[in-house]
């Protein structure tokens, strides 16, 4: 008899990613399709549903399928969020997905809610302050901005769930993915703000709320045609990416802490006590009952991706090369990595990067360096912030394609003074939804944990006693620049 297999898809910023893993977390086979999101102008940014995430997850299925045949037993999706595609009664996009936070359109809402609601009323109520993260005002923007795409909505959705709608045909949302929604969910009552909701955005039905390894539907004939995948599969509801990353690495008790090196940086820390932080995301975990404080930046990976464009380098492990020859500091170069503005640690839309201290002897990989620990510089602030609300991490485990490059991990442990686990696998969060389908169809207990510790990264002291007299300036460069960079945005 074949062994079972479960299928874990992520659609992230820059790629869908597949794993076709056995229930003891052996991997065997993987498959990626790249993409790019769209920003039609500062401040946008966005996804086309269909042409972008459907197509990816069926063509990711499409490879992976064959290799798993009838033993298929399950699959979870995962994907960028919060975000917002409205949809009509036939599941049809009505415009493209409105990302994340990295999208800032929704400025005038997040005030005017936040005027109407009150600062801490939403705090209370739903453990996050309103920002360009929350989707609340997202949709109020849609109600006022696109009346007529506001009409003809009939369901909402976020990546992931999107996706799980298209297998099955059933409109749900985990509560992990629901609690960002600010301010439109209740953390008190584990529910949707109704009240709320019929004041501010009345018409729409929003989604059943559920977990995330529950299975809520099953592969339909229609769905089975586009993806390979046999009818009758069946399909766990998922959640974002972040929290099915800190899932695959083992980042599931109190004290425990993830950092994900994407596209974007970002931190889950598990909690013992949730008490909300006005510059914190708090939001349920993934596993009911559990609670978590989380931050990420609006750059990591993009901003390096970016840099390796712009110089041209030839071969990047040549550019990886020539960072790690840059010496502590770059040279003196300090750079403030708010290329798409900036999320936690400053919540600033407008904020831009700045590059400061070049010079006719900087070289690419100066710049390289610089981007890295301006990078790090923003993750220092987020742990200080973490540690604020709810004391310091007992564990920091890394995930995420970033974590391949041992100059930014050693960076990051070198200006932090924090220790870093990397595990045997850093797939990602596909490997998460993996085990989240496993777990949701029975074949291995809800406290199965695949993650397997393989090396630790230490701050090195001396490297670490030049960032502790760098650290400090990136902050006053921020402050003295900050009004520059909105004037010029004016």
């Given at each position: 008899?074949?062994?079972?297999?479960?299928?874990?898809?992520?659609?992230?910023?820059?790629?869908t990613?597949?794993?076709?893993?056995r229930?003891?977390?052996?991997?065997?086979?993987?498959?990626?399709?790249r993409?790019?999101?769209?920003?039609?102008s500062?401040?946008?940014?966005?996804?086309?549903?269909?042409?972008?995430?459907?197509?990816?997850v069926?063509?990711v299925?499409r490879?992976l399928?064959?290799?798993?045949?009838?033993?298929?037993?399950?699959?979870?999706?995962?994907?960028?969020?919060?975000?917002v595609?409205?949809?009509d009664?036939?599941?049809?996009?009505?415009?493209?997905?409105?990302?994340?936070?990295?999208?800032?359109?929704?400025n005038?809402?997040?005030?005017?809610?936040?005027a109407?609601?009150g600062?801490?009323?939403?705090?209370?109520?739903?453990?996050?302050?309103?920002?360009?993260?929350?989707?609340?005002?997202?949709?109020l923007?849609?109600?006022?901005?696109?009346?007529?795409?506001?009409?003809?909505?009939?369901?909402?959705?976020?990546?992931?769930s999107?996706?799980?709608?298209?297998?099955?045909?059933?409109?749900?949302?985990?509560?992990?993915s629901?609690?960002?929604?600010d301010?439109f969910?209740?953390?008190?009552?584990?529910?949707?703000?109704?009240?709320?909701?019929?004041?501010?955005?009345?018409?729409?039905?929003?989604?059943?709320?559920?977990?995330a390894?529950?299975?809520v539907?099953?592969?339909t004939?229609?769905?089975?045609?586009a993806?390979?995948?046999?009818?009758?599969?069946?399909?766990?509801?998922?959640?974002?990416?972040?929290?099915?990353?800190?899932?695959s690495?083992g980042?599931?008790?109190p004290?425990?802490?993830m950092?994900?090196?994407g596209?974007?940086?970002f931190?889950?820390?598990?909690?013992?006590?949730?008490?909300?932080?006005p510059?914190?995301?708090?939001?349920?975990?993934?596993?009911?009952?559990?609670?978590?404080?989380?931050?990420?930046t609006s750059?990591?990976g993009?901003?390096?991706?970016?840099?390796?464009?712009?110089v041209?380098a030839?071969?990047?492990?040549?550019?990886?090369?020539?960072?790690?020859a840059?010496?502590t500091?770059?040279?003196?170069?300090?750079?403030?990595p708010?290329?798409?503005?900036e999320?936690?640690?400053?919540?600033?839309p407008?904020?831009?990067?700045?590059?400061?201290?070049?010079?006719?002897?900087?070289?690419?990989?100066?710049?390289?360096?610089a981007?890295?620990?301006?990078?790090?510089?923003?993750?220092?602030?987020?742990?200080?912030?973490?540690?604020?609300?709810?004391?310091?991490?007992g564990?920091?485990?890394?995930?995420?394609?970033?974590?391949?490059?041992?100059?930014?991990?050693?960076?990051?442990?070198?200006?932090?003074?924090?220790?870093?686990h990397v595990?045997?696998q850093?797939?990602?969060?596909a490997?998460?939804?993996?085990?989240?389908?496993?777990?949701?169809?029975g074949?291995?207990?809800?406290?199965?944990?695949?993650?397997?510790?393989?090396?630790?990264?230490?701050?090195?002291d001396?490297?670490?006693?030049?960032?502790?007299?760098?650290?400090p300036?990136?902050?006053?460069?921020?402050?003295?620049?900050?009004?520059?960079?909105?004037?010029?945005?004016?």
């Amino acid at each position: 008899m074949t062994d079972p297999t479960l299928l874990g898809i992520d659609i992230g910023t820059s790629a869908t990613k597949a794993v076709l893993a056995r229930p003891d977390g052996t991997i065997v086979a993987e498959a990626r399709r790249r993409h790019a999101m769209s920003l039609p102008s500062p401040g946008l940014a966005e996804f086309d549903a269909d042409a972008v995430w459907w197509r990816d997850v069926c063509a990711v299925c499409r490879e992976l399928a064959p290799l798993a045949g009838d033993s298929l037993s399950g699959v979870c999706v995962s994907g960028i969020g919060p975000c917002v595609v409205p949809c009509d009664a036939r599941l049809a996009p009505l415009r493209p997905a409105i990302l994340y936070g990295i999208d800032t359109r929704a400025n005038v809402e997040v005030e005017d809610l936040t005027a109407l609601l009150g600062e801490e009323a939403i705090l209370a109520r739903g453990g996050s302050a309103l920002s360009s993260q929350a989707l609340g005002p997202k949709l109020l923007w849609l109600r006022r901005h696109e009346p007529d795409v506001w009409r003809d909505t009939r369901t909402w959705h976020m990546a992931s769930s999107f996706v799980v709608a298209r297998l099955t045909g059933v409109y749900v949302l985990d509560h992990h993915s629901a609690s960002q929604c600010d301010p439109f969910y209740d953390l008190g009552t584990a529910s949707w703000a109704d009240d709320w909701i019929g004041e501010i955005v009345p018409g729409v039905p929003f989604p059943e709320l559920v977990h995330a390894a529950d299975i809520v539907g099953a592969v339909t004939p229609a769905a089975a045609d586009a993806t390979g995948l046999r009818a009758g599969t069946p399909v766990a509801a998922g959640t974002i990416d972040a929290w099915a990353e800190a899932h695959s690495v083992g980042v599931r008790r109190p004290g425990d802490l993830m950092l994900m090196y994407g596209s974007t940086m970002f931190a889950v820390h598990v909690v013992e006590e949730a008490r909300p932080h006005p510059l914190l995301w708090t939001t349920q975990g993934l596993e009911p009952g559990t609670r978590t404080h989380a931050a990420g930046t609006s750059t990591g990976g993009s901003l390096v991706e970016w840099l390796r464009e712009l110089v041209g380098a030839p071969e990047w492990e040549t550019l990886v090369a020539e960072a790690a020859a840059a010496p502590t500091g770059a040279g003196g170069l300090l750079l403030l990595p708010y290329f798409a503005g900036e999320r936690t640690p400053i919540y600033d839309p407008l904020a831009r990067g700045v590059v400061a201290g070049l010079t006719l002897r900087h070289r690419r990989g100066d710049l390289l360096r610089a981007a890295y620990e301006g990078i790090a510089a923003g993750i220092r602030q987020i742990f200080d912030l973490l540690a604020e609300a709810a004391g310091p991490p007992g564990r920091i485990v890394v995930a995420g394609g970033g974590t391949h490059s041992d100059v930014w991990l050693q960076i990051v442990s070198d200006l932090t003074g924090q220790v870093q686990h990397v595990p045997e696998q850093t797939i990602g969060a596909a490997y998460g939804d993996a085990l989240l389908a496993a777990a949701g169809v029975g074949l291995v207990g809800s406290e199965t944990d695949w993650a397997r510790p393989a090396r630790v990264v230490a701050p090195n002291d001396d490297a670490r006693a030049v960032y502790e007299e760098l650290y400090p300036r990136y902050p006053q460069l921020y402050a003295a620049t900050v009004d520059i960079v909105h004037q010029l945005q004016e």
